[in-house]
């Protein structure tokens, strides 16, 4: 009870069986039989990662569903899964970005246990895992936080609305809220990193910032694991003064923007800046050189969560290219030095799409919800109905994995060229890296040590 009113789930809830609006329930961490005190972590500079969601990778949606799937992964030559976050949402479904108790797994994925049994499963098989947490924002529904504390601030604002308070009067309790929150994930949990989720939007102006403060915190954690973890953060361009800040590496969407616009000729909404060229692809493939930051403090890809699901229909890359284009951006990802990442499927060119969706119970949000999506996408010139609604059940039923796909061809071919290319992999780190681009035909050659490889973009 807060105040004498209502009941409120505690703000530092360890699990919510009942959703964001039911009552609180005590976790125990020290009830669960650890079995990977052998496991000595993967050093972020040899990670190969997968990223997933775990209600649409499997039928069932839930942690224990993905540890069936673990040989699937470990056969690709997958060593990492980074999982869309995983704190408590509203609804049994979304994606997990609006997530409003943010140390509590979520109840329909298997709560606690299930997430402490995936971690532990996969250290037993030597997979790292890194888990994407969101700290710019909370949810628009269940977030009871203003309630208990000034979390919040109108002085600035997000794209989501007040931000959080970082850097006031009362922030200290606030940092704490988000340090120990991250803490929690590495040493209750075992995870090895975080991905932290648009880090351009966690606001502060204090003289020591609060990822700065983070990264202080989590570097001691894993001398006393004994095991490296890193921090990842999400910045759409190659940030030098964001990685001086403390964090280990950061996405970079520049090389997927470049290669989207030179496949499709999409150049909509914020793949306008980009031409596409051959030239602006290798640009961009040795741009850390350039801007003097290691490549293994930079994570590429050619697709990801965000880049098929903020779409209309959630095209993936094999929807809207042909299957040697597809070859040739994985082959430029996962062959280069950087940090590669895989999003779910698209090592098989899975048929399935990834759309955007929600489970929100209060009408007014959830209609917000659906005009919000129309809105969003007005910018790239999609129709009204062309938009699938986020809160129809049959959006999320159609982002679903088909796992029977790859009892057949076009998959199994797709999938050996990406298991063909992880195995190449494994035998380049270290090796130097050269680009070179042929406009007619269009194409990207580049070379790792005495090999070389020709990557037609046409």
Not at 213 to 236: H, N, S, T
Request: hydrophobic content about 35%; charged content about 20%; glycine content about 8%.
């Amino acid at each position: 009870m807060l105040d004498g009113a209502e009941p409120l789930p505690d703000p530092r809830s360890r699990w919510q069986p009942d959703g964001v609006h039911g009552l609180s329930r005590v976790d125990v961490p020290s009830a669960f039989d650890w079995s990977d005190s052998e496991w000595r972590g993967l050093p972020l500079s040899e990670a190969v990662i997968y990223e997933l969601h775990t209600g649409t990778f499997s039928e069932a949606g839930t942690f224990e569903a993905v540890i069936e799937k673990l040989p699937h992964l470990l056969a690709l030559g997958v060593n990492c899964l980074e999982l869309m976050p995983v704190a408590e949402f509203a609804g049994e479904r979304g994606w997990g970005y609006d997530g409003v108790d943010l140390y509590a797994p979520h109840h329909a994925y298997g709560g606690p246990e299930g997430l402490r049994r995936l971690v532990d499963a996969c250290h037993q098989q030597g997979l790292a895992v890194v888990l994407d947490v969101v700290y710019n924002h909370l949810g628009p529904e269940g977030n009871y936080l203003p309630r208990y504390g000034p979390y919040f601030t109108a002085r600035r604002k997000t794209p989501w609305g007040d931000a959080v308070d970082f850097d006031g009067r009362s922030s200290r309790p606030v940092r704490d809220f988000f340090i120990d929150n991250a803490l929690m994930w590495l040493q209750e949990y075992h995870v090895d990193g975080l991905r932290l989720d648009a880090v351009d939007a966690i606001l502060d102006s204090s003289q020591r910032h609060i990822l700065t403060e983070l990264a202080d915190g989590v570097r001691p954690l894993g001398r006393q694991l004994g095991k490296p973890l890193f921090l990842i953060g999400e910045q759409p361009f190659i940030d030098p003064p964001l990685l001086a800040l403390g964090l280990d590496a950061q996405w970079e969407d520049d090389v997927h923007h470049s290669l989207h616009v030179h496949f499709t000729g999409e150049r909509q909404g914020y793949y306008a800046p980009y031409t596409g060229s051959t030239s602006e692809v290798a640009g961009f493939l040795l741009a850390p050189r350039e801007l003097g930051v290691p490549y293994e403090r930079v994570l590429t890809y050619s697709q990801t969560h965000d880049q098929i699901g903020n779409r209309a229909l959630g095209e993936r890359l094999c929807h809207l290219a042909s299957p040697q284009q597809c070859r040739s951006a994985a082959t430029l990802t996962l062959l280069s030095p950087f940090v590669p990442m895989l999003f779910m499927g698209e090592e098989w060119a899975a048929s399935t799409p990834f759309q955007y969706f929600s489970d929100h119970h209060d009408p007014r949000i959830a209609r917000l919800a659906t005009e919000g999506r129309i809105s969003e996408f007005a910018g790239f010139g999609w129709r009204r109905d062309e938009v699938s609604d986020p809160q129809d059940p049959a959006t999320y039923r159609r982002s679903k994995l088909n796992w029977s796909e790859l009892e057949a061809q076009p998959h199994q071919a797709m999938l050996a060229h990406y298991s063909s290319l992880l195995a190449q992999r494994r035998s380049l780190r270290g090796q130097p890296y050269q680009v070179r681009w042929t406009d007619q035909p269009a194409a990207i050659i580049f070379s790792r040590g005495e090999r070389s490889w020709t990557c037609p973009l046409g």
